[in-house]
Nanobody
């Protein structure tokens, strides 16, 4: 059974940093890319960053240069290092592979950026 467990929630001030973790299970981790998504109240879920099996990465333009996605294939875990956080980054953050696969979503982790 495919499962994603996100952790690393927090309340940070603008300009602060936070690191999210995503523990994945139920599939061959090294065979799939991983993505981080976020959803704010009243908005659709959006892709924030992707990392493929070769560790190539792409980012949402608004987070490029501030966020870093990575993965540890030994631990079946993906990470999102978030720096220079802005209030607009406030959202529930989720991890998954490509959402077109249709795997279930985890509970997400809340990130709040506020002074």
């Amino acid at each position: 059974q495919v499962k994603f467990v996100e952790s690393g929630w927090g309340l940070v001030q603008p300009g602060g940093s936070l690191r999210l973790s995503c523990a994945a299970s139920g599939f061959v981790f090294t065979s799939y890319g991983m993505s981080w998504y976020r959803q704010s109240p009243g908005k659709q879920r959006q892709v924030v960053a992707r990392i493929n099996r070769n560790h190539d990465t792409i980012y949402l333009p608004s987070v490029k240069g501030r966020f870093i996605i990575s993965r540890d294939d030994r631990l079946n875990t993906a990470y999102l290092q978030m720096n220079s956080l802005k209030p607009d980054d406030t959202a529930v953050y989720y991890c998954n592979s490509d959402e077109s696969i249709g795997w279930p979503w985890g509970q997400g982790t809340q990130v709040t950026v506020s002074s």
